[in-house]
Every structure is written in C-alpha cells, then in structure tokens.
C-alpha cells in the first residue's frame, strides 16, 4: 500500500493531464507478452504484426519497460505539464533530460538491465536521441491510427472528473478515482503490487492522469524532483475495442449513406481493401470517399510500412457521437 499524505497547497495543486507519450510506454508491455493481457488483444493482434512488418528496431523502448514493470525510469515519459500535450512536446522534454537524472535513474538492484541501457547510460544525450526517434516511429504505428478514439475517451474522462469536482469537491473526486485508491483523513491510499511506504507531495500536489493502457491496475511516480502522479483506467475503458457500426439515419441524411457506413466501420483503423470487403462498396468508391472525408477533417491517414491505414478524426467521433445521441 502506497500511502499519499496531501497538504492544503497539495490539494490546490492537483490537476488533470492525458499524456501521449505515456501510452506510448504503457502500451510496450502489452505488445511483448499480449497472452498476459487478453483485454487488448483486438488492439494487440492487429498492431504486433504491423510492428514485425515495419522492422522498427524498438529493443531499448522494450528493455525500459520491463515484466513486470517493477521500475519504469521516470524519464521515459515525464509527468506532461500542460494538460494535453502532443506526442512532440513530451518528446522534446525527453530529448532535453539531464544526463545525470538519466543516469541516477539506471541504477540499483531494481533498475532494468541490458546492453542497450549500458549504452544509454554511458552516452545519455545520444541514446535519448535514438529513444525519442524510437517513440516517435513506434507511435505511427502503434497509437496513432487509434488515438482519436482513445483521446475522446481520457478526455471525457476528465470531464466526468471535474464535474465531480464542482459538484462535492477534492474528497469526492478523490474517493472516485478507481478502486484500488481510497481518501481518507488526508491521505490517498493507493493500492500497489510492488510499492509499499509513505510520502508525502511536498506541496507539487498531484498529477492525474487517465491511461488506457494500465487496465487493470494503477501506476504512480513519487521520485524527487520529479511532479507526483497517479496514471489510472479511465471510466468506459472496457468498451474502447468494441466494434460500433451503427450509422445514423439522420448522419448519413447529411454527408451520404455511403460515407455514413464508412465512418462508422472506422471505428478501427482500416485500409481501402478493408473498407470495400466490409461494406460491399467497390474499391474505387471507397478510395473517393476517403478523399472527400479527408478533406473535410472526418478521416486521417497512417502509413505503416507497406499499409495505408485509415481512422476517423477528432471531429469524425463527435460527429458520430451527436448523430447517436440525436437518434436516441
């Protein structure tokens, strides 16, 4: 049990983040041993061969996340200081760590181990070069392609948080973080694997931040010089992967009932081939109404290696989302 004494100052300065670099990190563990988390399989099974197709070398991002994840250095994806940050914000603070914190945080009995951490830890400024560079391809990947979907859900997360907040104040919204936290007399009482102990915020407060991929448990930091944070499931994580095809009466009235379809089946990031098998729409159909879609800001486009993926935007998801509630 982790146990997070709160000052008045610390309560003041409690606020919300998403972080995108922290997916990025969260999600490592689950690529390597996806037969330990069956929850994201559906997100696992298309990604990990997209990964093997690419022939990304992501070796030092896999051996900073070890199994289990006793200690992931602290540097690897800082506490962001801006609430929702872009993956290059977070990537230029880590290019930007200090060699010594590099340093300070590979060592001891339960740093992570191998020869590409020696390395990094003889030449910091390179080797976070080559992470960032790491990060930044594994992304495209692995993330992108879903992120729309994945930062409604943190974001409205953070809504329903602060509402919580308004409505009965810093105990309300702290007894509803998950359960496997509880408030009590000033404390935050964190249920933990591997971290036992008391401390204390030191006045910094304490950084939330909703995460999709630690279900089911909860991750905090607590080392020196660092921002405390409590990274946590977000409410409706569980029906993230679930396939929604429904298209609106009253969407498809307004953009087509083609493109209606189409934004519906892009609830997972799909290529045109896809598209045209899944909706019985000829490929060359499929492939205009793509090119109309993005050019109205509803759907974006990742390569990945030999694959062209699509994905509804931002925009796309509360375009739909309106469209449902309407309908209901």
């Known amino acids: 049990m982790l146990n997070l004494a709160f000052s008045t100052r610390d309560l003041a300065r409690t606020r919300f983040a998403?972080?995108?670099?922290?997916?990025?990190?969260?999600?490592?563990?689950?690529?390597?041993?996806?037969?330990?988390?069956?929850?994201?399989?559906?997100?696992?099974?298309?990604?990990?061969?997209?990964?093997?197709?690419?022939?990304?070398?992501?070796?030092?991002?896999?051996?900073l996340v070890p199994q289990p994840p006793r200690l992931i250095p602290v540097f690897v994806a800082p506490p962001p200081t801006v609430p929702v940050p872009d993956l290059g914000v977070e990537l230029a603070v880590l290019r930007s760590t200090?060699?010594?914190?590099?340093?300070?945080?590979?060592?001891?009995?339960?740093?992570?181990?191998?020869?590409?951490?020696?390395?990094?830890?003889?030449?910091?400024?390179?080797?976070?070069?080559?992470l960032a560079d790491t990060v930044e391809a594994y992304w495209e990947i692995a993330i992108a392609p879903y992120w729309p979907r994945m930062r409604s859900l943190l974001e409205g997360d953070v809504l329903q948080r602060a509402r919580l907040l308004a409505e009965g104040g810093a105990q309300q919204l702290l007894s509803d973080l998950d359960p496997q936290v509880a408030w009590d007399a000033d404390t935050l009482h964190v249920r933990h694997r591997h971290v036992r102990g008391s401390r204390t915020l030191g006045g910094h407060g304490l950084l939330l931040v909703p995460s999709v991929f630690v279900w089911p448990r909860v991750f905090s930091v607590t080392s020196p010089d660092w921002q405390p944070v409590l990274r946590f499931p977000p409410r409706g994580v569980a029906t993230l992967w679930e396939r929604r095809t429904s298209h609106p009466d009253a969407l498809a009235s307004v953009i087509g009932r083609s493109r209606a379809v189409l934004l519906a089946e892009l609830d997972t990031p799909a290529s045109t081939a896809d598209l045209a098998r899944r909706t019985g729409l000829t490929a060359g159909g499929v492939s205009q109404h793509l090119t109309a879609l993005r050019a109205a800001g509803l759907v974006d486009a990742h390569r990945t290696g030999r694959y062209v993926l699509y994905v509804r935007t931002g925009a796309a998801e509360t375009l739909l989302a309106a469209a449902a509630s309407r309908a209901t």
């Open 98 to 130: 200090a060699p010594e914190r590099v340093r300070a945080v590979l060592v001891g009995r339960r740093a992570p181990q191998s020869a590409r951490i020696d390395a990094l830890r003889d030449d910091p400024r390179r080797g976070l070069a080559e």
């Open 18 to 63: 998403v972080s995108p670099l922290w997916e990025v990190v969260a999600s490592v563990r689950i690529v390597k041993h996806p037969a330990e988390h069956p929850f994201f399989r559906p997100w696992s099974d298309e990604v990990r061969p997209r990964l093997a197709a690419s022939g990304l070398d992501w070796g030092l991002l896999a051996d």
